[in-house]
Antibody
Framework: EVQLVESGGVVVQPGGSLRLSCAAS????????MHWVRQAPGKGLEWVSLISWDGGSTYYADSVKGRFTISRDNSKNSLYLQMNSLRTEDTALYYCAKDLDYGDYGAFDYWGQGTLVTVSS | DIQLTQSPSFLSASVGDRVTITCRASQGISSYLAWYQQKPGKAPKLLIYAASTLQSGVPSRFSGSGSGTEFTLTISSLQPEDFATYYC????????????FGPGTKVDIK
Protein backbone atom coordinates (compact mmCIF):
# COMPACT_ATOMS: atom_id res chain seq x y z
CA GLU A 1 0.00 0.00 0.00
CA VAL A 2 1.34 3.38 -1.01
CA GLN A 3 1.75 5.75 1.92
CA LEU A 4 2.97 9.34 2.03
CA VAL A 5 3.36 10.92 5.46
CA GLU A 6 4.25 14.59 5.75
CA SER A 7 5.76 16.21 8.84
CA GLY A 8 7.42 19.41 9.97
CA GLY A 9 4.55 21.86 9.84
CA VAL A 10 4.53 24.38 12.69
CA VAL A 11 3.79 28.01 13.49
CA VAL A 12 6.66 30.23 12.31
CA GLN A 13 7.19 33.97 12.21
CA PRO A 14 7.35 35.91 8.93
CA GLY A 15 10.87 35.77 7.54
CA GLY A 16 11.52 32.45 9.23
CA SER A 17 12.53 29.09 7.81
CA LEU A 18 11.13 25.59 7.96
CA ARG A 19 11.83 22.18 6.44
CA LEU A 20 9.01 19.84 5.59
CA SER A 21 9.52 16.11 5.15
CA CYS A 22 7.52 13.41 3.40
CA ALA A 23 8.19 9.76 4.17
CA ALA A 24 7.19 7.43 1.35
CA SER A 25 6.50 3.71 1.42
CA UNK A 26 4.78 1.01 -0.60
CA UNK A 27 6.31 1.84 -3.97
CA UNK A 28 9.70 2.23 -5.65
CA UNK A 29 10.32 5.79 -4.49
CA UNK A 30 13.38 6.30 -6.66
CA UNK A 31 11.39 5.56 -9.83
CA UNK A 32 9.00 8.50 -9.52
CA UNK A 33 8.83 12.26 -9.80
CA MET A 34 7.44 13.79 -6.63
CA HIS A 35 5.53 17.02 -5.97
CA TRP A 36 4.56 19.46 -3.25
CA VAL A 37 1.09 21.03 -3.43
CA ARG A 38 -0.39 23.46 -0.93
CA GLN A 39 -3.85 24.61 0.04
CA ALA A 40 -4.44 27.80 2.01
CA PRO A 41 -7.31 27.59 4.51
CA GLY A 42 -10.62 27.54 2.66
CA LYS A 43 -8.91 27.97 -0.72
CA GLY A 44 -8.03 25.88 -3.74
CA LEU A 45 -5.02 23.78 -4.62
CA GLU A 46 -1.71 25.38 -5.64
CA TRP A 47 1.12 23.35 -7.18
CA VAL A 48 4.38 24.34 -5.46
CA SER A 49 7.28 22.30 -6.78
CA LEU A 50 8.43 19.06 -8.37
CA ILE A 51 11.59 16.99 -8.38
CA SER A 52 12.53 14.29 -10.87
CA TRP A 53 13.22 10.73 -9.81
CA ASP A 54 16.94 11.29 -9.49
CA GLY A 55 16.78 14.84 -8.14
CA GLY A 56 18.39 16.15 -11.31
CA SER A 57 15.49 18.38 -12.31
CA THR A 58 13.47 20.68 -10.09
CA TYR A 59 10.74 23.20 -10.89
CA TYR A 60 8.94 25.78 -8.78
CA ALA A 61 5.84 27.93 -8.88
CA ASP A 62 6.68 31.60 -9.38
CA SER A 63 5.21 32.34 -5.94
CA VAL A 64 7.97 30.35 -4.18
CA LYS A 65 10.87 30.51 -6.63
CA GLY A 66 14.07 31.65 -4.93
CA ARG A 67 12.66 30.98 -1.44
CA PHE A 68 11.80 27.26 -1.43
CA THR A 69 14.05 24.32 -2.31
CA ILE A 70 12.81 20.82 -3.03
CA SER A 71 15.10 17.83 -2.50
CA ARG A 72 14.96 14.09 -2.00
CA ASP A 73 16.97 11.31 -0.41
CA ASN A 74 16.22 8.11 -2.29
CA SER A 75 18.20 6.05 0.23
CA LYS A 76 15.70 7.16 2.88
CA ASN A 77 12.58 7.20 0.66
CA SER A 78 12.08 10.80 1.68
CA LEU A 79 11.08 14.07 0.04
CA TYR A 80 11.83 17.48 1.52
CA LEU A 81 10.82 21.11 1.11
CA GLN A 82 13.12 23.76 2.57
CA MET A 83 11.13 26.94 3.02
CA ASN A 84 12.97 30.22 3.63
CA SER A 85 11.86 33.86 3.89
CA LEU A 86 8.38 32.72 4.80
CA ARG A 87 5.46 35.08 4.28
CA THR A 88 1.98 35.13 5.76
CA GLU A 89 0.64 34.08 2.34
CA ASP A 90 2.62 30.81 2.63
CA THR A 91 0.20 29.69 5.37
CA ALA A 92 -1.32 26.48 4.06
CA LEU A 93 -1.68 22.74 4.34
CA TYR A 94 1.25 21.27 2.43
CA TYR A 95 0.75 17.95 0.64
CA CYS A 96 3.34 15.73 -0.94
CA ALA A 97 2.13 13.81 -3.95
CA LYS A 98 3.44 11.00 -6.11
CA ASP A 99 3.48 11.39 -9.88
CA LEU A 100 1.60 8.84 -11.96
CA ASP A 101 4.42 8.93 -14.53
CA TYR A 102 2.19 7.66 -17.34
CA GLY A 103 4.29 8.22 -20.44
CA ASP A 104 3.86 11.81 -21.59
CA TYR A 105 0.93 12.35 -19.24
CA GLY A 106 1.41 13.31 -15.64
CA ALA A 107 -1.04 13.36 -12.78
CA PHE A 108 -0.81 12.97 -9.03
CA ASP A 109 -2.07 9.52 -8.11
CA TYR A 110 -1.25 9.36 -4.40
CA TRP A 111 -1.31 12.14 -1.82
CA GLY A 112 -0.35 12.42 1.83
CA GLN A 113 -2.70 13.88 4.43
CA GLY A 114 -0.77 17.13 4.61
CA THR A 115 1.16 19.11 7.21
CA LEU A 116 0.00 22.57 8.30
CA VAL A 117 2.35 25.53 8.05
CA THR A 118 1.21 28.73 9.73
CA VAL A 119 3.20 31.92 9.20
CA SER A 120 2.20 34.46 11.80
CA SER A 121 3.74 36.92 14.21
CA ASP B 1 1.68 30.73 -17.79
CA ILE B 2 -1.44 28.74 -18.63
CA GLN B 3 -4.52 29.69 -16.62
CA LEU B 4 -7.52 27.45 -15.98
CA THR B 5 -11.09 28.48 -15.34
CA GLN B 6 -13.88 26.21 -14.16
CA SER B 7 -17.62 26.59 -14.49
CA PRO B 8 -19.76 26.63 -12.58
CA SER B 9 -17.96 27.56 -9.35
CA PHE B 10 -20.81 26.07 -7.36
CA LEU B 11 -23.38 23.53 -8.35
CA SER B 12 -26.42 22.33 -6.42
CA ALA B 13 -27.72 18.94 -7.54
CA SER B 14 -29.76 15.94 -6.43
CA VAL B 15 -28.86 12.28 -6.15
CA GLY B 16 -29.31 10.70 -9.56
CA ASP B 17 -28.68 13.91 -11.50
CA ARG B 18 -26.29 14.07 -14.44
CA VAL B 19 -23.64 16.66 -13.61
CA THR B 20 -21.19 18.35 -15.98
CA ILE B 21 -18.28 20.56 -14.97
CA THR B 22 -16.30 22.52 -17.55
CA CYS B 23 -12.61 23.46 -17.41
CA ARG B 24 -11.15 25.92 -19.90
CA ALA B 25 -7.45 26.58 -20.52
CA SER B 26 -6.05 29.94 -21.59
CA GLN B 27 -4.13 28.20 -24.39
CA GLY B 28 -4.19 24.76 -25.97
CA ILE B 29 -2.95 21.94 -23.76
CA SER B 30 -3.77 18.95 -25.99
CA SER B 31 -4.99 16.26 -23.58
CA TYR B 32 -2.68 17.13 -20.71
CA LEU B 33 -5.44 17.51 -18.15
CA ALA B 34 -6.38 15.72 -14.94
CA TRP B 35 -9.42 15.88 -12.66
CA TYR B 36 -9.47 15.46 -8.87
CA GLN B 37 -12.14 15.12 -6.21
CA GLN B 38 -11.62 16.56 -2.74
CA LYS B 39 -13.87 16.04 0.24
CA PRO B 40 -13.67 18.27 3.35
CA GLY B 41 -10.65 17.48 5.51
CA LYS B 42 -9.30 14.97 3.01
CA ALA B 43 -6.53 14.94 0.43
CA PRO B 44 -7.49 15.21 -3.23
CA LYS B 45 -8.19 11.99 -5.13
CA LEU B 46 -7.25 11.47 -8.78
CA LEU B 47 -10.28 10.68 -10.96
CA ILE B 48 -9.20 11.21 -14.58
CA TYR B 49 -5.87 11.74 -16.35
CA ALA B 50 -4.92 12.40 -19.94
CA ALA B 51 -8.30 14.18 -20.19
CA SER B 52 -10.36 11.00 -20.49
CA THR B 53 -8.58 8.04 -18.86
CA LEU B 54 -10.32 6.80 -15.74
CA GLN B 55 -7.95 6.18 -12.83
CA SER B 56 -8.01 2.63 -11.49
CA GLY B 57 -10.71 2.09 -8.89
CA VAL B 58 -12.77 5.15 -9.85
CA PRO B 59 -16.44 4.38 -10.57
CA SER B 60 -17.46 4.37 -14.23
CA ARG B 61 -20.11 7.04 -13.63
CA PHE B 62 -17.20 9.50 -13.85
CA SER B 63 -15.99 10.39 -17.32
CA GLY B 64 -13.80 13.06 -18.88
CA SER B 65 -13.66 14.49 -22.36
CA GLY B 66 -12.15 17.31 -24.38
CA SER B 67 -8.86 18.46 -25.80
CA GLY B 68 -7.17 21.73 -26.63
CA THR B 69 -8.78 24.40 -24.48
CA GLU B 70 -12.13 22.95 -23.34
CA PHE B 71 -12.67 19.94 -21.14
CA THR B 72 -15.56 18.40 -19.24
CA LEU B 73 -15.97 16.13 -16.25
CA THR B 74 -19.30 14.32 -16.23
CA ILE B 75 -20.91 12.36 -13.42
CA SER B 76 -23.63 10.32 -15.08
CA SER B 77 -25.74 9.69 -11.96
CA LEU B 78 -24.73 11.64 -8.86
CA GLN B 79 -24.33 9.53 -5.73
CA PRO B 80 -24.33 10.74 -2.10
CA GLU B 81 -20.56 10.18 -1.85
CA ASP B 82 -19.92 12.44 -4.87
CA PHE B 83 -20.73 15.67 -3.04
CA ALA B 84 -17.30 17.29 -2.98
CA THR B 85 -15.12 19.89 -4.69
CA TYR B 86 -13.69 19.04 -8.09
CA TYR B 87 -10.47 20.49 -9.53
CA CYS B 88 -8.96 20.30 -12.98
CA UNK B 89 -5.19 20.48 -13.45
CA UNK B 90 -3.13 21.19 -16.53
CA UNK B 91 0.15 19.33 -17.10
CA UNK B 92 1.05 20.77 -20.49
CA UNK B 93 4.69 21.25 -19.55
CA UNK B 94 5.03 17.80 -18.01
CA UNK B 95 7.50 16.51 -16.83
CA UNK B 96 8.37 20.12 -16.06
CA UNK B 97 6.27 22.69 -14.24
CA UNK B 98 4.16 24.58 -13.64
CA UNK B 99 1.25 22.18 -13.22
CA UNK B 100 -1.51 24.58 -12.30
CA PHE B 101 -4.92 23.74 -10.87
CA GLY B 102 -8.25 25.28 -11.68
CA PRO B 103 -10.14 27.18 -8.97
CA GLY B 104 -12.50 24.30 -8.20
CA THR B 105 -16.21 23.49 -8.49
CA LYS B 106 -18.14 22.67 -5.34
CA VAL B 107 -20.97 20.18 -5.82
CA ASP B 108 -23.55 20.46 -3.06
CA ILE B 109 -26.79 18.75 -2.21
CA LYS B 110 -29.95 20.42 -3.50
Amino acid sequence: EVQLVESGGVVVQPGGSLRLSCAASGFMFDDYTMHWVRQAPGKGLEWVSLISWDGGSTYYADSVKGRFTISRDNSKNSLYLQMNSLRTEDTALYYCAKDLDYGDYGAFDYWGQGTLVTVSS
Amino acid sequence: DIQLTQSPSFLSASVGDRVTITCRASQGISSYLAWYQQKPGKAPKLLIYAASTLQSGVPSRFSGSGSGTEFTLTISSLQPEDFATYYCQQLNSYPRGPNTFGPGTKVDIK
